[in-house]
């Protein structure tokens, strides 16, 4: 009697564990399908504000950009003196300037630049002041441009900002006169975004990158990145993230650090293998649970440079 109550005791012991089992792995994999439906979700949605913003870029340049007054300029420059370009540089400025103060406005693009044959830049709207570098090994964008003299879209840092870039040849009376760019950084995106799909957006940059790239003096905009000590945020990223964050109702800024930090463990390693990924994370004293997702950004080399953030609400 014993040996059979020994049994059934086994019997039940494992059917109870065997079901437990079966539970706890089909509850995993509703979290992972859950988890990678967000990533995609979120891919998809980042792809969509992209897209939109370069069609925006595209119709800048056909409709204005592109004609006559902006090419003949560009043209006289190319082939003029020192204070011939300085002439040309005000005059293009002052002629775009309209146009570029409402871009600025509407927070569709921040960054309109031109560059000569070879890669020098000869006007940065952001910064007049700054001009007659050469771009090539920083502007590997730039380079393209200049060797193939075909468009070219897609992320890349620069020596004053990173951006969504869309660049331009330009041709006057079928000649080769230089390039034109305009490009969005992430807050044009994030604009965009918070718009439509109201959650807290970030970017963090690869450090390393960062640090090759941006001229010295500017360094001081960026921060460390309290979720991955391999990543960077510009300090103005933050000064909007925190904002922004009272009238999203999701979370507050300081839980929100203290959310980074509880991440950077969880995140780091994929983080520097460059994968797209969702995880949840508990929000300190709070009793919620939020979902993350880091999406990488490849720049116009293919390596992963950046990596986009969002906190669904």
Known sequence: MKKKFLY???????????????????????EKLYLEEATTQQRYQLTALVYSLNTVADALFTNILNKEEVLSIVAKAGKGSVKEQQRQRERLY??????????????????????????????????????????????????????THQGLKGFEEGRVFYGFRNIYPLFYQGEFVGSTEISFPFLAIRNMATSIFPAVYTFMLEKTIVSQAVQPNVKSMYKKCMI????????????????????????????????????????????????????????PKE???????????????????????????
């Open 228 to 283: 991955s000590s391999h990543h960077l945020k510009l300090k103005e990223v933050v000064t909007q993230t925190k904002k922004d964050l009272p009238g999203l109702g999701l979370v507050s800024f300081a839980a929100l650090q203290k959310l980074n930090l509880q991440l950077r463990e969880k995140v780091e390693e994929k983080l520097l293998l460059g994968h797209e990924f969702s995880v949840t994370a508990k929000v």
């Open 94 to 147: 002052y002629t775009l300037l309209p146009l570029y103060r409402n871009l600025r406005e509407q927070n569709s693009a921040s960054l309109l630049h031109f560059h000569l044959p070879g890669g020098f830049s000869f006007l940065r709207f952001h910064r007049p002041a700054l001009f007659g570098d050469n771009l090539e090994g920083v502007r590997h964008s730039i380079t393209i441009v200049n060797e």
């Open 287 to 313: 009793g919620k649970t939020l979902l993350v997702t880091f999406l990488p950004v490849k720049n116009v080399k293919g390596v992963t440079a950046a990596y986009f953030v969002s906190l669904p609400g």
């Open 8 to 30: 059934y005791a086994l019997l039940v012991i494992i059917f109870t564990a065997t079901a437990l089992c079966f539970l706890f792995f089909q509850k995993a994999e509703r």
